[in-house]
């Protein structure tokens, strides 16, 4: 069984930051990829940032530039450093990460509970 459990969310003033962690446990042979999506009201959940173990990664075009992915593979543990927020980062950050609980065994899909981020004045 793997679980992902996210901290660091809550509110913060338009141009603050914020650091989301997410660490993930139980069973874990590889953790490919981590990374984390968001979901804010009335729009379908979309990509936000992705980290392979090896540490290439991916942005959205919305957070190029203001937001960091970085992780501690010792720990199963990935970060998402946000700067310069804007009210519309508001939403529900969900972390993701793509595991195989043995050698040989199938890559599973794993989400996070997610963490409410809220950019208002």
């Known amino acids: 069984q793997v679980q992902l459990v996210e901290s660091g969310g809550g509110l913060v003033q338009p141009g603050g930051s914020l650091r989301l962690s997410c660490t993930a446990s139980?069973?874990?042979?590889?953790?490919?990829?981590m990374g984390w999506y968001r979901r804010a009201p009335g729009k379908p959940r979309e990509l936000v940032a992705t980290?392979?173990?090896?540490?290439?990664?991916n942005y959205a075009s919305s957070v190029k530039g203001r937001f960091t992915i970085s992780r501690d593979n010792a720990k199963n543990t990935v970060f998402l450093q946000m700067n310069s927020l804007e009210p519309e980062d508001t939403a529900v950050y969900h972390c993701?990460?793509?595991?195989?609980?043995?050698?040989?065994?199938?890559?599973?899909?794993?989400w996070g509970q997610g963490t409410q981020v809220t950019v208002s004045s």
């Open positions: 993701n990460a793509l595991i195989s609980t043995g050698r040989g065994t199938p890559r599973n899909n794993y």
């Open positions: 139980g069973s874990i042979f590889n953790a490919y990829v």
């Open positions: 980290i392979t173990s090896g540490g290439t990664t």
